[in-house]
């Protein structure tokens, strides 16, 4: 046996006990609280609340005004991962968003965008949230484009009033991508043979294990084309430009600032954030106002302990297979490889 897979065996195991105590610690616990009437919580248990800890936004807003800085970094997506961190958390940035849009004290939103896109469902749904933000309160959304901003990214960012980017970054990648892969090569090397029982022969659509037909094809194609068209019209909104200004450069190609500036996708090229910081609180006439950033979700001791085990665990062939499966079917994406 080699030394790392002891070193998760071992790891395994302390956390079972743990779990294992930490359970009976609390069961006993609710057995004294019903039974004495007093709701004391000890140590332990708010470990255990920590663990799981949702975060009350308007409570954590400043009391001045203030800019909401909403950093949207990573893939937009709406995964709650459950040990360890995610880079963008969707249902809290839309809980925040909520919370921002019934401060008094909030004068605006900036999107800190470092993003390769995501969903097409989750990147629309931001961007909703964005527009019913605008609408209710009548405040501005800036974007900043730090490093790059693309596809979903860009997508979002036609909610903005005014877009910022970076001198060093790339935006752009207007389109959509669905993705798979036609695993039965590897499955035949490997002596695995998928069964599938359906009720029809496109019931089975990119389960990985054959070629589609160009009628599985097309079926996606149309689903795909309609999604891109939804990005064409955001898009010719956002940027009050005619389809025929946007196509040209909606075929999933990425561009400079400098190209993006020059036709019409963003509007303004800094040297840094603080740079385009200085610039909107100039137009919103406030030189010393405060940029609060989201807060972020706290990840307890248990969720730490678990996360370091998942790495330290070897992954089964099985797990590999399903797991590069799983890298090629996120379903429709506004999505681009930084």
Do not use: W
């Amino acid at each position: 046996m080699k030394g790392k897979q002891i070193i998760a065996l071992v790891v395994a195991a302390v956390l079972f006990i743990i779990i294992g105590a930490t359970n009976l610690l609390v069961q006993v616990e609710a057995e004294k609280q019903r039974a004495t009437g007093v709701d004391e919580t000890p140590d332990y248990m708010e470990l255990l609340r920590e663990s799981r800890q949702e975060i009350d936004y308007a409570s954590k807003l400043p009391y001045e005004d203030f800019i909401g800085v909403i950093n949207v970094t990573g893939t937009i997506q709406n995964v709650e991962e459950v040990y360890g961190n995610t880079e963008y958390d969707h249902q809290g940035t839309l809980d925040y968003i909520d919370a921002l849009a019934d401060s008094y004290s909030n004068q605006a939103i900036l999107l800190y965008e470092e993003t390769p896109g995501g969903t097409v469902i989750d990147a629309d749904e931001l961007y909703l949230k964005l527009m019913d933000y605008k609408e209710k309160t009548g405040r501005p959304v800036y974007a900043y484009m730090h490093s790059y901003a693309y596809s979903g990214g860009y997508y979002i960012a036609m909610a903005a009033d005014k877009i910022y980017a970076n001198r060093n970054a790339t935006t752009g990648s207007i389109g959509v991508i669905m993705s798979t892969y036609n695993l039965k090569g590897l499955y035949d090397k490997l002596g695995i043979e998928e069964i599938n029982i359906t009720s029809g022969d496109n019931k089975a659509m990119f389960t990985g294990d054959d070629a589609q037909t160009e009628k599985q094809i097309q079926i996606y194609q149309e689903i795909v084309d309609q999604s891109y068209s939804q990005f064409l019209d955001i898009v010719e909104k956002g940027r009050n430009m005619t389809e025929d200004e946007v196509k040209p450069y909606a075929d999933g190609s990425v561009f400079s600032a400098q190209k993006a500036k020059e036709i019409g996708l963003i509007d303004e090229i800094v040297d840094t954030y603080a740079e385009a910081q200085e610039k909107i609180a100039g137009e919103l006439d406030a030189q010393n106002i405060d940029f609060s950033v989201m807060p972020k979700k706290k990840n307890g001791i248990l969720n730490f302990l678990f996360s370091k085990a998942a790495e330290l665990i070897p992954k089964s062939d099985n797990q590999v297979l399903q797991e590069l499966s799983e890298t090629k079917n996120k379903g429709l994406m506004y999505y681009a490889e930084p």
